[in-house]
Nanobody, 120 residues
């Protein structure tokens, strides 16, 4: 009923930039929090950043001052601008949308993930 699709991953050199995009679609009544998580090999999935419908944001300490999250409420879309990338940012990045579906309650919906590799 809800589809979450990410795009924008790839290979970048240290110090470079990437922009991830994500859009949620389907029988959505509203989307509250949208965010980005990442999972590196052998590690648990961790929060990178999230943003509420009203615009308040939350960042992991490791990405503060380098990453910027934003959203377009009209499109149920969220973006992650990643600057000054480091090798330790290498991971699969997942988009999350906490959505209220018509006829149902609020649930978390996940994208399929997009690979970000930072390497020279």
């Amino acid at each position: 009923q809800v589809q979450v699709v990410e795009s924008g991953g790839g290979l970048v050199q240290p110090g470079g930039s990437l922009r991830l995009s994500c859009a949620a679609s389907g029988s959505i009544f509203s989307v509250n929090t949208m965010g980005w998580y990442r999972q590196a090999p052998g590690k648990q999935r961790e929060l990178v950043a999230n943003i509420r419908w009203g615009g308040s944001t939350n960042y992991a300490d490791s990405v503060k001052d380098r990453f910027t999250i934003s959203r377009d409420n009209a499109k149920n879309a969220v973006y992650l601008q990643m600057n000054s990338l480091k090798p330790e940012d290498t991971a699969v990045y997942y988009c999350n949308a906490r959505a209220v579906v018509v006829g149902r309650g609020s649930s978390d919906y996940w994208g399929q993930g997009t690979q970000v590799t930072v390497s020279s």
